[in-house]
């Protein structure tokens, strides 16, 4: 097992910020995709060791210790079985081309963001983390237009958590973007806060509005294929890391039980 945790002294969960005594664990990709195996993992940035854990073997997934119990509970209730529906969907697809999922969109937005939140050692949070926070906390707030959200076909054995990564093209900080990826073989879920893809993959954004608990048809492109080690390492780009960039993950995935 990998888990992160944080600072001793900082015992207030990530998502509802109410001081708990005992955190509990959150694996980050969700366990049901698949974050539930062993593998060797490093920071996605730097040679250095992550945190304070010296190992650099995993098993039984990648967990973060960093919400209360209650909330750990309502993310899984409220928005894991959207996710583990898109994603064994996909998985266990053998077509090549389109598929069509009858999935709640809105609900996996509002998860993915859950787990963002989870995945940092601190309780505090960047403007952005904020709104990731109140979507997932309050299915009923509308998610705000500047929420780009992109399912992508990865098909790689690697797991990759990363956070609060800025790429910019050219010099133009107006043309930044604030991106927060999750990847994990077949799918990376990637959220920036502009429409970073363009029309090259499909912008969940036209799924803002709708209700987190609607399930509706979308049809997913598994030709469009998401190249290796992007959009971080894209070299046409200048990345710019956050603070908490430093301690994104990549894993790869030696063994998995599902
Ligand atoms: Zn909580």
Known sequence: MITLGKNPDDRICNLCLNPVNLLSEDHVPPRCTGNNGEGIYSNCFTNLPILTIPSSIYSEGISYRTICHGCNNLLG??????????????????????????????????????????????????????????????????????????????????????????????????????????????????????????????????YTKIHWQKEIKIILNLTDILPQGMPENDSRFVRLLGKYAYESICATIEKRTA
Not at 98 to 113: H, Q, Y
Not at 144 to 168: A, C, G, Q, S, W
Request: hydrophobic fraction near 40%; aromatic fraction near 10%; include cysteine.
């Open 77 to 206: 209730s409220r928005y894991d079985k959207a996710i583990s529906k898109l994603y064994g969907t996909v998985r266990h697809s053998s077509k090549k081309l389109n598929i069509e999922l009858k999935i709640r969109p809105n609900a996996i937005m509002r998860g993915t963001m859950g787990h963002f939140i989870a995945a940092k050692t601190t309780h505090k949070m960047s403007v952005a983390d904020e709104i990731f926070r109140q979507c997932t906390n309050q299915p009923e707030y509308e998610i705000p237009d500047t929420i780009h959200f992109y399912v992508i076909f990865n098909p790689l054995k690697e797991i990759r958590i990363i956070r609060d990564i800025m790429m910019m093209a050219g010099t133009n900080t107006d043309n930044a973007s604030i991106l927060n990826i999750i990847k994990i073989d077949p799918i990376a879920m990637i959220i920036s806060d502009k429409p970073f893809f363009g029309s090259f993959f499909m912008d969940w954004n036209c």
